[in-house]
């Protein structure tokens, strides 16, 4: 005979049909390998300006051209384009070479930063930490290379803080973002913002606040 706790059933449940996961992944965080670069393809043929030296403390760029000399409407842009590669000798050629523009340019920089707002978005968009770290640690010498420089850069803030707003929105969930080489590019996006409204003068905070609403 059926005892009456025989005849139960559970009411109708999507448990059994469903798992437990959280929403899907939208990929935005994975690396998106960009297009050779016009900076590299100069390189192959030998239309740079400079060549790698290499002597007891490690690899550096010699200069073909004395930098006071050197075209920064031309070359800057050139080697921020540049800093999308991956490979060597050219990521350390781009690298190295806007580090040594940026310390002797003085004047010559801030009206050529315009020109460099495409290329830091490229380099930025492919999300590969290497190439990420590399473009930050670049933005922060280029704020502090001239006087108004860091202002100059503000009214393009909208155009290439959106990437900072998705990495440090990441970082407040308490995710570790790191690079090849250990840094921590979640403290690279923060000092870089700090270098920015510290250098972009007034207004500078609420024009990162109105892209990065987390940003503190």
Not at 2 to 25: N, W
Not at 80 to 105: C, R
Not at 112 to 124: D, H
């Amino acid at each position: 005979m059926l005892r009456k706790e025989d005849t139960k059933t559970q009411g109708f449940s999507l448990k059994p049909a469903m798992k437990e996961e959280g929403p899907p992944s939208t990929k935005a965080f994975q690396p998106r390998p960009p297009k050779v670069s016009t900076f590299r393809r100069m390189c192959d043929r030998g239309d740079l300006p400079l060549q790698m030296d290499y002597n007891s403390r490690g690899y550096r760029i010699f200069w073909k051209v004395a930098l006071d000399k050197l075209d920064y409407n031309y070359y800057l842009p050139l080697f921020f384009d540049g800093l999308t590669e991956t490979g060597h000798p050219f990521n350390f050629f781009a690298s190295q070479g806007i580090h040594e523009m940026l310390e002797k340019g003085g004047p010559r920089i801030l009206p050529v930063i315009p020109q460099l707002i495409i290329p830091i978005r490229k380099a930025l968009n492919t999300r590969n930490h290497a190439v990420m770290c590399s473009t930050l640690r670049v933005l922060k010498r280029l704020v502090v290379s001239g006087e108004k420089v860091g202002e100059a850069l503000v009214p393009y803030f909208r155009q290439i803080l959106p990437i900072f707003r998705m990495f440090h929105e990441k970082s407040s969930t308490g995710d570790v973002v790191s690079g090849q080489r250990g840094e921590d590019i979640r403290e690279l996006f923060r000092e870089t913002l700090e270098l920015f409204e510290h250098h972009g003068g007034i207004g500078a905070f609420l024009q990162i606040k109105y892209v990065v609403p987390t940003y503190k």
